[in-house]
């Protein structure tokens, strides 16, 4: 018995098919009700966003009492006090509050989205992670390259995102509501081009507010995504953190293409 059950586990993490995946969307469905509800898409949303963020703001905290955190700021004697954090929390909660859950409460009332009895394919499931992550990082390159190269669109959308000086975690989602929106509409369309199965969905929802809140977070640690990624494909924090200091260099949210072909890249190790 024993060794047709780890026959079985052994094919089921195998599979091609939805098998591994199953386990996990089918304890999704069974809160169908909650996926459905129209507060879900908001609450998920921002509870995704702090849990993110909180390690950091943790880690901020315990610095004047542990020192060698230090050696992994790239800012070692910076630490975000409470009248930079505490305006940077509310303008979040106000915008989920005030705009982005009425956007989905409007989306909710169109009728709910089906949801498919079966898992997506572990390896889709990666893949079109990845090509959503790919389409995202083009996508706000030009963006963000466009609101700093035309003075009034930075000035009236994008410069507040800029107010801080040194990134904090908690600062990466201080930005105009246009900003806020601009991300979100890319976000959609993405998964939306390339038909994504709703698990797809929230997991690449997951991870591009996680790879956000660590580039703003000043922590660079050995297993930062920059460190795991070959080759220099990923930016990482010093990489974005650059951009807060110089404005006209490092555009992309994550990979470092499009700097390198359009001119743009400039690496934190040569500054």
Known sequence: ?????????????????????????????????????????????????????????????????????????????????????????????????????????????RGPAPVPPEAPELLQLARHVGCCLLLFDAEFFAWHVLHHRVPWLYRTFHKVHHQNAASFALATQYMSVWELFSLGFFHLLNVTLLECHPLTVLVFHVLNIWLSVEDHSGYDFPWSTHRLVPFGCYGGVEHHDLHHSQFNCNFAPYFTHWDKLLGTFRSPHAK
Not at 15 to 24: A, E, I, K, N
Request: glycine share 4%.
């Open 1 to 109: 018995m024993s060794g047709r059950n780890a026959s079985d586990e052994l094919r089921v993490l195998c599979s091609p098919g939805p098998l591994f995946l199953q386990p996990l969307w089918d304890g999704l469905r069974a809160r169908e009700a909650l996926l459905q509800s129209p507060f879900f898409p908001a609450v998920f949303s921002i509870c995704t966003y702090l849990g993110c963020c909180l390690p950091f703001v943790l880690l901020d905290a315990l610095c004047p009492w542990v020192p060698a955190l230090r050696r992994y700021k790239i800012h070692p004697d910076f630490a975000p006090s409470a009248r930079q954090l505490l305006p940077c929390l509310a303008q979040t909660l106000y915008q989920h509050a005030v705009f982005v859950f009425p956007v989905t409460l409007l989306d909710w009332a």
